[in-house]
């Protein structure tokens, strides 16, 4: 694996980055996101999301919003272990199993 210089992230990390900017701007309020495989409207596997503001209050988003952000995240971390749900904390660009860590 190569070095990193000192003070820059990694391509990976700035992705991540990037990727929870994009939510924020997309989803005005959301602290974090919940991303599962459960959609509480359907009966198979099916990408969802939903949004949490600071203090733990739910935002309403639509079902398309819902299920473009949680395709961008499964996309984006592939290697994370979907059949259970996470949470992506929209501040630090951090992702961890639902209930866990914040």
């Known amino acids: 694996m190569p070095a990193t210089p000192s003070g820059t992230a990694r391509p990976d990390q700035e992705r991540h980055r990037r990727l929870a900017s994009q939510l924020n701007d997309m989803i005005p309020g959301a602290d974090t996101l919940r991303i599962s495989l459960t959609d509480p409207n359907h009966r198979w ?19 398309v919003t819902a299920k473009v ?25 951090e992702l961890a199993l639902a209930g866990r860590g914040r």
Request: charged share 15%; glycine share 4%; net charge negative.
């Open 69 to 93: 952000a949680s395709r961008w995240v499964l996309r984006t971390w592939p290697d994370a272990d979907w059949s259970l749900p996470h949470t992506l904390d929209l501040g630090t660009a």
């Open 45 to 63: 596997p099916h990408p969802h999301a939903s949004a949490v503001d600071m203090a733990g209050h739910p935002i309403p988003i639509t079902r």
